[in-house]
């Protein structure tokens, strides 16, 4: 615990200026991102009388070790600088709203030659036009069904699309005439496109003009004695009004809207949000998040606007934001939201009518939720905190183990030998922090040399990290799970993790429990590794699978939980975890040499290139019998690439006839697109097949 004086800036260092503020701990890691109208004001205040202070401010002044800022020229800058260095550090002290799933929304694809409509999470795609968010998908397909009776869009994935233009046949739903058929020419490309128009404008809520055509041409039918499709019309009418039913009229001037409410204790805050478009609810979300700082309703606004628009711009943000206090000063905010639109933004507070009333509806909702989270959650941390206190005592440890890490090693039969690391904090897992490795300092099967050599690998960047020296040697550093080098024999140039930046870094962050799964041997091989690195205060443990035994360095009896005991169940899932992700890890790694194919040895020939060669033959066996001038013909590919590619063909036996199992008879090798051996992405061939899943490890 670090004394807050120790690092407090000289008097007359700070501006009284805005800016952006960061409190690092010992290990450089950012915990802290503020931003100030006033530098000096705002930071004098953290460090007055510890006892003045809030007890989670107080616990964040003296986790830190330092603190920094960079002066800005506007409050609005500082607003921009704030949300960006909150999202790339993720200081743990921050108040961050995480959403408890990936909400879907109904996305139709407009930059798409045949837009197509179907349910899409995560982040937006430009080009796209995106409805919702919905709480559920199968709301989504309910209304999507609804409609389609009306406005036939495309809803089939492209290669049931590609299919079905091949074959010159339509699916089922083109049968039965909820799809235009695009695919089979029954409709061209701009009229399908004028569907998709229609099916937008009608979701965005422009309901009432769509509703009267129909019924002319309905009336006009019956007049002309066109009675079928007179009835067709009605009943087109009729799904209409019933998806219109779905989402009720809440404001009567259709107005768009986005309405946030909050819930909040002296722990906990819940968000509750509706989107409101053309009048009607078309979405909702909601957050529940800790209150890590001393923070007011206004503030709690002020980050859910963040994290609502940060990435948003144009039309998804609404014209009028209704909240339940403003953020203060509100300018700034105001003037934020108003550049993301790029026109002007209402933000305000309700004070009477349907706009107020429909806030207090998401009121209740937002106070629900926060009963809600905190009837499953009591529990939860009860158990959390009881699992890693009865885990430090059994292991005999100073403090409860706030980080775990757990180690597990797969192969199959000795084969594509992976590691795998995950990291749970505070009882939960951290995903961003797991890593991968290949085993490379040997070949074949050794399950303790193999742990020996991840643990050494690991530490061994640890202590290069604590020191400070900037060295990085290849071929050292496990696979990160996103964005790491495909081989996992690299890490990113020096530039992108200096020491100054405050991410939190590969292996820069120590545990205090390392689990291996396994044994003695296992657990020796751990304690050795540290050993050898000098490390003495990082605690070993191994879990055993056959009886559950909790193994400890030199012990030569294993330590035994009971059965019913909570800090056993953790090491159980976090020892599972690692098993999980190894052998996911493993089983990639084989899938992708059993794809291996002749052009995987053309150097400098990427992914690019080789679905272009197989999209200009239609298949690898097209392709293997191409010559050099043909090859040359397609887009990209120079003569001394096609020359080796002819060379790497030649060099390679051609691949096993395929079999159909069922009839013993010896199928045609004339492939289809996508399904050619060696293309990128396909499945593995039929000559190659793969039954020594359950010899695994």
């Known amino acids: 615990m670090a004394d807050p004086s120790s690092y407090r800036p000289k008097p007359g260092e700070i501006p009284d200026s805005p800016g952006v503020y960061r409190f690092r701990d010992e290990h450089r890691r950012v915990i802290y991102v503020g931003k100030a109208k006033s530098l000096r004001q705002r930071l004098a205040n953290y460090f007055q009388d510890l006892a003045g202070l809030h007890p989670r401010t107080r616990s964040m002044v003296t986790t830190a070790a330092s603190v920094e800022w960079t002066v800005v020229s506007t409050e609005v800058e500082a607003l921009q600088l704030e949300y960006s260095w909150i999202k790339e550090y993720d200081p743990r002290f921050n108040v961050k709203y995480r959403d408890d799933k990936s909400y879907p929304y109904l996305a139709v694809t407009m930059n798409e030659e045949f837009p197509r409509v179907q349910v899409m999470r995560g982040h937006k795609r430009k080009g796209v036009r ?33 299919n079905a233009a091949r074959t010159g046949r339509p699916c089922l739903l083109g049968y039965i005439d909820k799809c235009s058929a695009p695919c ?8 399908h496109r004028e569907l998709a128009e229609e099916f937008c404008d009608f979701m965005a809520g422009r309901t009432g ?50 309405l946030i409410a909050v819930a909040e204790d002296e722990l906990e805050a819940a968000v509750q949000i509706f989107h409101v478009r053309g009048g009607r609810v078309r979405g909702q979300r909601g957050w529940v998040t800790d209150k890590v700082e001393e923070i007011t309703t206004g503030a709690l606004v002020e980050h859910a606007l963040q994290q609502l628009y940060g990435e948003e711009t144009g039309d998804a943000v609404p ?27 209402s933000l ?16 209740r909702n937002a106070q629900q939720a926060l009963v809600l989270h905190k009837t499953k959650r009591a529990s939860d941390l009860t158990t959390r905190s009881r699992a890693l206190e009865e885990i430090a005592d059994a292991l005999g440890l100073d403090s409860a183990p706030l980080r775990i890490e757990c180690y597990d090693v797969s192969h199959l039969q000795g084969d594509d030998v992976v590691a795998s690391m995950v990291v749970f904090e505070d009882g939960l897992a951290r995903k961003s922090e797991y890593r991968r490795f290949q085993i490379k300092s040997f070949a074949g099967q050794d399950d303790v040399r193999s742990m020996h050599e991840v643990i050494t690998r690991r530490f061994r960047r640890y202590l290069a990290e604590k020191e400070r020296t900037g060295e990085w040697t290849d071929g050292e550093a496990g696979e990160s799970v996103a964005g790491a080098a495909p081989d996992g024999l690299t890490e990113p140039p020096e530039n992108t993790l200096t020491d100054d930046d405050g991410r939190p870094k590969r ?23 540290l050993d050898e690195l000098g490390i003495d205060d990082i605690a070993v443990c191994g879990l055993a699978k056959r009886l559950e035994e909790v193994w400890l360095p030199g012990d030569d009896d294993p330590v035994v939980l009971p059965r019913t005991s909570e800090g056993l169940y953790l090491l159980q899932r976090v020892r599972d975890e690692a098993h999980r992700f190894a052998i996911t890890y493993q089983r990639t790694r084989r899938a992708k040499r059993f794809r291996a194919g002749p052009l995987d040895e053309v150097p400098g020939l990427g992914e690019t290139r080789k679905r272009a060669l197989i999209k200009h033959f239609g298949s690898v066996k097209r392709l293997r019998s191409a010559t050099i001038e043909q090859i040359c013909e397609v887009p990209g590919i120079g003569r001394k690439t096609a020359e080796v590619i002819v060379a790497a063909f030649a060099r390679a036996e051609p691949p096993a006839p395929a079999v159909n199992t069922a009839t013993g008879e010896i199928m045609d090798d004339e492939e289809e697109p996508g399904q050619a051996t060696g293309s990128p992405g396909e499945p593995v061939s039929a000559g190659a097949p793969d039954d020594r899943r359950g010899q695994e490890r």
């Not at 089979?184 to 009229?191: I, M």
């Not at 004695?225 to 009605?234: C, D, H, K, V």
Request: include cysteine; charge should be neutral.
């Open 130 to 162: 995106y409805f919702g968010p919905y709480a559920h998908a199968w709301a989504i397909r309910d209304t999507v069904d609804l409609l389609l009776r009306v406005f036939p869009v495309r809803t089939c994935s492209a290669g049931v699309f590609k």
């Open 184 to 191: 089979v020419d029954r409709v061209s490309a701009e009229e």
């Open 209 to 258: 003009t769509y509703l009267r055509r129909l019924e002319q041409r309905m009336a006009q039918a019956a007049e002309d004695m066109e009675y079928e499709r007179a009835a067709r019309l009605r009943d087109d009418i009729g799904a209409l009004k019933k998806a219109m039913e779905k989402n009720a009229v809440v404001l009567a001037d259709a107005t768009d809207a986005d």
């Open 319 to 345: 014209r009028e934001v209704l909240v339940p206090a403003l953020p203060d000063p509100v300018e700034p905010v105001q003037q934020w939201l108003t550049g993301r639109r790029g026109a002007n933004v």
């Open 348 to 363: 305000r507070v309700p004070q009477r009518g349907d706009k107020k009333a429909l806030m207090e509806t998401v009121q």
């Open 507 to 529: 292996f820069a962050y120590p545990p205090q429990l390392v689990v291996v799964d396994g044994g003695a041997p296992q657990v020796a091989a751990a304690r050795r590794a």
